[in-house]
């Protein structure tokens, strides 16, 4: 499976994003689809993810109930929505697909190329 990312760029403190990520290729309904992130300097750090039936799995820590994962399997698409930005989200952020419902990214195979998020104060 083939991954893009889009829909990052510069925001605000306090504004929202809407980032997705199509993939292509076949069987992506069967694919775990998850969001990490990597700020410079920091190791890459789990954000979201979300099963074939639509169960996630969240970062409670990096998260705290202002990001939400979703998917549209007829788009092929994953879908992360930001809100209430802060300047600590600044960072690239890249979705990969496993078979695995997980928050390490060593059981993601599969990875997009990543799409900059940069938050300002």
């Known amino acids: 499976v083939q991954l893009q990312a889009s829909g990052g760029g510069l925001v605000q403190a306090g504004g929202s994003l809407r980032l997705s990520c199509e993939a292509s290729?076949?069987?992506?309904?069967?694919?775990?689809m998850g969001w990490f992130r990597q700020a410079p300097g920091k190791e890459c750090e789990f954000v979201a993810a979300?099963?074939?039936?639509?169960?996630?799995?969240d970062n409670v820590d990096s998260a705290k109930g202002r990001f939400a994962i979703s998917r549209d399997n007829i788009k092929n698409t994953v879908y992360l929505q930001m809100n209430s930005l802060k300047t600590e989200d600044t960072a690239v952020y890249y979705c990969?697909?496993?078979?695995?419902?997980?928050?390490?990214?060593?059981?993601?195979?599969?990875w997009g190329q990543g799409t900059q998020v940069t938050v300002s104060s």
């Open positions: 990969a697909a496993s078979g695995t419902l997980s928050g390490s990214s060593r059981l993601y195979p599969y």
């Open positions: 290729g076949r069987s992506f309904s069967y694919y775990v």
């Open positions: 979300v099963d074939s039936g639509g169960v996630n799995l």
